[in-house]
């Protein structure tokens, strides 16, 4: 999924599901992302035997800003991560992002741990 100034690519890897997000995610923006975390955290895990199948991880790393509008949809997707039995985490956010991040509150709860 991609607009002008943002773009979620998800990509299965051993780790989880990986959804890598770039550009800006904002008030324009954000509802793509809610639209593609619902589709990936309703369907059914991709067989129990493997690791971190019920993981999903939002790589933050090319996300060059975030507003109010996207900490809606983080918190919308980890509860709804939560109602499925799923995780949801990010990773390797830039500095305004991880300091929203943390300000807000969420850090510690969506933080992967390395």
């Given at each position: ?45 991709a067989g129990h035997s493997e690791q ?25 997707a980890k509860q709804l991560a939560d109602?499925h039995g799923r995780q949801l985490a ?25």
């Open positions: 999924m991609a607009s002008e100034q943002f773009s979620a690519q998800r990509t299965p890897e051993a780790r989880g599901v990986v959804v890598r997000l770039s550009g800006e995610l904002d008030l324009g923006s954000a509802s793509e992302l809610e639209r593609l975390l619902s589709e990936i955290l309703a369907e059914p895990e971190h199948n019920d993981r999903v991880l939002l790589d933050l790393s090319g996300l060059d800003f975030m507003d109010s509008t996207g900490i809606k949809v983080l918190v919308a109602a990010v990773c390797d956010p830039k500095p305004q992002v991880h300091r929203l991040l943390e300000v807000v509150g969420l850090l510690d709860r969506l933080m992967l741990d390395q």
